[in-house]
């Protein structure tokens, strides 16, 4: 069974500038949701979809940030403009639906703003 | 709200010594407990969860973890660490009726010395 694909899996902007990150789920997964990862710190939850609709942007900076999830399966996270304190790693997860399903993560995309 | 405290940012053991890594929480209901790994690059691993049922959960490469209400603590053991434990682990913690959303602890970085 194929895993949670990101990319691209490394990226480097100037602040200001846009970006965008992909993540493609397990197959049959309901549910995907997408993390920010400080360094030092714990990924946080930034948005949660259930199929192709949000459940959760409670903590997605909606100024700066966009997610979308097209046809319910993969989704695009972006960012315009970046700062500097946007600078993180960026993951994916996805679960199959039903109650306290195990979340499978990608690799992560590192981004480095300057 | 519910958060995670994970007791010493980063834990050093010799190789063939018990792993014992520390997870608290605090949440108004009980709730489910859960334990990932990170290796470097990489997207975090589920080690194993606590639902309900049996307090001792034991997962892969040899860890376990006890449920202890009382002390609202969820500890991380392997009785002999191996140089491929080496890592960082994360503590998360899901309330039902939130959208099953994990809040990960701050993580805990495993040295293991030959």
């Known amino acids: 069974e194929a895993g949670v694909a990101q990319s691209p899996r490394y990226k480097i902007i100037e602040k200001r500038q846009s970006v965008a990150f992909w993540c493609n789920p397990i197959?049959?997964?309901?549910?995907l949701y997408w993390y920010q990862q400080i360094l030092g710190q714990g990924p946080k939850l930034l948005i949660q979809?259930?199929?192709?609709?949000?459940?959760?942007d409670s903590q997605l900076p909606k100024d700066r940030f966009s997610a979308e999830r097209l046809k319910g399966v993969d989704s695009t996270l972006k960012i315009q403009p970046a700062k500097l304190e946007d600078s993180a790693v960026y993951l994916c997860?996805?679960?199959?639906?039903?109650?306290?399903?195990?979340?499978?993560f990608g690799p992560g995309t590192r981004l480095l703003v300057l | 709200a519910q958060s995670v405290t994970q007791l010493g940012s980063h834990v050093s053991v010799s190789e063939g010594a018990l792993v014992l890594l520390r997870c608290n929480y605090s949440?108004?209901?009980?709730?489910?407990l859960f334990w990932y790994v990170q290796y470097p690059n990489q997207g975090l691993q589920l080690l194993l969860k606590?639902?309900?049922?049996?307090?001792l959960v034991k997962g892969i490469n040899g860890f376990e973890a006890e449920f202890k209400k009382s002390e609202t603590s969820f500890h991380l053991t392997k009785p002999s660490a191996h140089m491929s434990d080496a890592a960082e682990y994360f503590c998360?913690?899901?309330?039902?009726?939130?959208?099953?959303?994990?809040?990960f602890g701050k993580g805990t970085l495993l040295t293991v010395n030959p």
């Open positions: 197959s049959g997964h309901a549910t």
């Open positions: 606590y639902t309900t049922g049996a307090t």
């Open positions: 979809f259930q199929n192709n609709g949000v459940v959760d």
């Open positions: 997860a996805s679960s199959a639906q039903g109650v306290v399903e195990t979340q499978y």
């Open positions: 998360a913690v899901m309330r039902g009726g939130s959208n099953y959303k994990l809040t």
């Open positions: 949440s108004s209901v009980p709730p489910y």
